[in-house]
Each structure stands twice: as structure tokens, then as C-alpha cells.
């Protein structure tokens, strides 16, 4: 079974992981590894994959197994699946033996020749994203054991969170970098300012037309001739601080 820290809060470890992962990709592997483990218990083998949907299309982006890349590959290029009918519905999604299964009769029919047997598709539930799944594959036929299907079901909640987490990180990171992009605009465009005033002897409304009328006449960015106007001045750049929060 899967580790023991996972069970009644298996959150935390996948937290964890994506904290110890370089990007979200590493931390998706991860997780398909934790569900093949776990899947793959008292079997022959089990593949796992997880589908995100890009760019309104949906993509494998990892996986344990080139067989469940295979298998996913035929529900992009039929449209129909376990796997893109969990991810439309937001429900988990099983087939109990692939030899008998009426749904999705394109699909069916292409992995007719297919080793696996059965199929559990688990919902990865993203508010701000367009959708995922984690896949899984086994040899077997049969429904997945309970105990099983409740692990499953809590990596994917889990994981739905962790992602959620990196996303807002990640928002968070472009709006301090934006906030901090801004304030060194305004730094060079004052700084240049008052390097005008006390050149001309103007004030800081006609020294700010200058700028304004320099951006224009040179279809360059005000903070751009910002920073020639200083380079002129001084061969520093200017520089804002900000205290890590």
C-alpha cells in the first residue's frame, strides 16, 4: 500500500513532494508513481498516466508505462474515453473489463489488442485550470478494490490541491515581479525627472512633458528615455529595494 503518512492525511506528503519538486511536471510524476504502486498491488502490473487539458486540447503529461500513453493517445484521437469522461463530468469513471464495455465503441474497438483489461479514470478537479485526470491501467479485469479506489481518489484530491497551491505561488510570483518591474520604472522616470529640473530649471510638469514628448518623438517606452536621459547623467543605473517578505 501506499506510505503510511498517506493515509487520513495524505495531503501533506504530496505537498511535500511539490515543495521537493523542480516544476510541476516532476511533481505529476511523482503522483502517477504513488498510484501505479498502490494500483499495481496483487497484480501483474498496472500503468498510470495523467491528462491535462492545454490549450483546449488534452495532453499526457506523464506517465509509468508507454502502454498507458498508448491507451490515452487512442482517446485523443477518438474523442471518447473513461478518461476525457471523468475529466467533462468531474466524476470517477471505471471500467470494470474492456472486452465487455459498450461505452465509447471507437475506443473500445482501437484498444481491442490492448494488455489492459480494465480502467479507472480519477478526476483531478482544478477551479483555474482546464482539467485533468489521473489514468489508471490494469491487466486485470474487475473493479478496483475499495481500498484501493479510496487512495486513488485521495492522491487526486490531493493533487488537485498541490496544483491549485503551485498556481497560486506562481500568480503571486508574476505580480512581485510586475510590482517590482513598475517601481524601478518610476524610480528611473523621477529620478530623470529631477536630473531635468535642475538642468533647464524647469518645473516637474514641464520636465515630465520633455520626457513624454522625447517617448513619443522616439516611439520609445517613457522608461526607456528614462534611462538615457540618466545615462547621460551617471553610467549607474537606477535601483529600487524591497524587504523580503
Excluded at 498491488?41 to 495523467?50: D, E, F, K, L, Y
Excluded at 467533462?88 to 469513471?93: C, D, R
Amino acid at each position: 500500500m501506499v506510505d503510511s503518512k498517506l493515509i487520513g492525511t495524505r495531503t501533506d506528503p504530496l505537498i511535500d513532494v511539490l515543495l521537493d519538486s523542480a516544476d510541476m511536471k516532476v511533481f505529476l510524476e511523482r503522483l502517477v508513481e504513488l498510484a501505479s504502486a498502490e494500483l499495481g498491488q496483487g497484480t501483474n502490473g498496472a500503468s498510470c498516466s495523467v491528462t491535462v487539458y492545454r490549450n483546449r486540447r488534452p495532453v499526457t503529461v506523464c506517465s509509468n508505462d508507454p502502454e498507458a500513453t498508448a491507451m490515452d493517445e487512442v482517446q485523443y484521437a477518438s474523442k471518447q474515453g473513461p478518461c476525457l469522461e471523468a475529466i467533462k463530468s468531474g466524476h470517477q469513471v471505471e471500467v470494470v473489463d474492456l472486452r465487455t464495455e459498450t461505452r465509447w465503441p471507437r475506443y473500445v474497438a482501437a484498444v481491442a489488442e490492448s494488455p489492459m483489461r480494465s480502467v479507472l479514470a480519477v478526476p483531478i478537479v482544478l477551479k483555474t485550470y482546464g482539467g485533468a485526470a489521473l489514468n489508471c491501467y490494469r491487466p486485470d479485469p474487475g473493479p478496483v478494490p475499495e481500498q484501493v479506489r479510496d487512495t486513488l481518489l485521495d492522491l487526486a484530491s490531493a493533487a488537485a490541491q498541490a496544483v491549485a497551491l503551485s498556481v497560486r505561488l506562481e500568480s503571486s510570483e508574476e505580480k512581485s515581479r510586475d510590482l517590482a518591474a513598475a517601481m524601478e520604472s518610476r524610480t528611473a522616470i523621477n529620478l530623470a525627472t529631477g536630473v531635468l529640473m535642475a538642468q533647464t530649471g524647469c518645473g516637474h510638469e514641464q520636465a515630465m512633458e520633455i520626457l513624454i514628448k522625447a517617448s513619443s518623438n522616439r516611439n520609445e517606452k517613457l522608461r526607456d528615455v528614462a534611462h538615457s536621459v540618466l545615462a547621460r547623467f551617471d553610467n549607474s543605473s537606477p535601483t529600487t529595494h524591497f524587504d523580503s517578505v
